[in-house]
């Protein structure tokens, strides 16, 4: 695949999108940028054997940043509850580590209908405001390194940071929204980073892949998209002011989930 300016607009263009409804509905990016990725790449002929795993680790590298600069906001606002992350962390570590070993040892195609059917998912939880009512306490220790290898592992499978499993998880052990959304964005760091980079070293040993790759890297999308999200999320945020949310919650949805089922059944 050639780079162009026609793929230099397509990626400003998805950075637009990610960051403005990231902004706005508090969403990390992977949920929009693995299936933009995914429609790019075979538009462009992309190589079928190895698309997916390049869509999720330039998610996952876009993610990085993303979840930096939210962290950072959360944090002044002592939001963060650190100790809490600190115990998520390693077993997000590792999680993300072998959901990286499986994403590249699995075929793309699974990867995609995977990936779909949980678009079609959080589809209809956005849709229908579904949240989980909060009924137990945090686990200990031990509980929130099983759960975080859990969420490390899926949202690497899924090129994600991981806010649409670890909100709901957080708040069904009672934390305060606030702070399960705080939390979340921190615990985005450490899952993004070990599923890149473990994708990235996975993927170099990989004949057929593109011009400009690294790995399953395709690094002038992730420059490209990080540019414009990191202009566009501060904006999509204060939007929400402005906006009814509720609307456009379920205009997504509908768009999430048509999305999801181009995903489903892509040939």
């Given at each position: 695949?050639?780079f162009?300016i026609?793929?230099i607009?397509?990626f400003?263009?998805?950075?637009i999108?990610?960051?403005?409804?990231?902004?706005?509905l508090g969403?990390?990016?992977?949920?929009?940028i693995?299936?933009?990725l995914h429609?790019?790449?075979?538009?462009q002929?992309?190589?079928e054997?190895?698309?997916m795993q390049?869509?999720?680790t330039?998610?996952?590298?876009t993610?990085?940043?993303t979840s930096?600069?939210?962290?950072?906001?959360?944090?002044k606002?002592q939001?963060?509850i650190?100790?809490?992350?600190s115990?998520?962390?390693?077993g997000?570590?590792?999680g993300?580590a072998?959901?990286?070993?499986?994403?590249?040892?699995?075929?793309?195609?699974?990867?995609?209908?995977?990936?779909?059917?949980?678009?079609?998912?959080?589809a209809?939880?956005i849709?229908?405001?579904l949240?989980?009512?909060?009924?137990?306490?945090?686990?200990?220790?031990g509980?929130?390194?099983?759960?975080?290898?859990?969420i490390?592992?899926?949202?690497?499978?899924?090129?994600i940071?991981?806010?649409t499993?670890?909100?709901?998880?957080l708040?069904?052990?009672?934390v305060?929204?606030q702070?399960?959304?705080a939390?979340?964005a921190?615990?985005?760091?450490?899952?993004?980073?070990a599923?890149c980079?473990?994708?990235?070293?996975?993927?170099?040993?990989?004949?057929?892949l593109?011009?400009?790759?690294?790995g399953?890297?395709?690094?002038?999308?992730a420059?490209?998209?990080?540019?414009?999200t990191?202009?566009?999320?501060p904006?999509?945020?204060?939007l929400?002011?402005?906006?009814?949310?509720?609307i456009?919650?379920?205009?997504?949805s509908?768009?999430?989930?048509?999305?999801?089922?181009?995903?489903?059944?892509?040939?």
């Open positions: 695949m050639e162009s026609l793929l607009i397509y400003l263009v998805g950075g999108f990610a960051g403005l409804i990231g902004g706005m969403l990390g990016g992977g949920i929009i693995v299936p933009l429609y790019i790449f075979v538009t002929a992309f190589p054997s190895s698309l390049v869509a999720i330039t998610s996952l590298a993610v990085i940043i930096l600069s939210a962290t950072w906001i959360h944090h606002k939001a963060v650190w100790s809490t992350v115990h998520l962390a390693p997000m570590l590792l993300a072998l959901g990286a070993m499986l994403a590249d040892s699995i075929n793309s195609d699974i990867l995609r209908i995977f990936f779909g059917i949980f678009e079609i998912l959080v209809i939880q849709g229908f405001d949240r989980p009512e909060s009924r137990l306490d945090l686990p200990g220790k509980g929130l390194l099983l759960s975080g290898s859990g490390g592992f899926l949202s690497t499978l899924l090129g940071g991981g806010g499993i670890t909100v709901p998880f708040h069904f052990c009672r305060p929204m702070n399960a959304v939390v979340s921190a615990c985005g760091i450490p899952i993004a980073v599923g980079v473990a994708l990235l070293l996975s993927g170099l040993d990989n004949s057929d593109p011009s400009y790759t690294i399953y890297l395709y690094w002038p999308a420059l490209l998209i990080i540019f414009m990191i202009i566009f999320a904006i999509g945020a204060k929400t002011h402005y906006l009814p949310v509720k456009l919650k379920r205009c997504f509908a768009i999430l989930f048509f999305v999801g089922l181009q995903m489903l059944f892509a040939t």
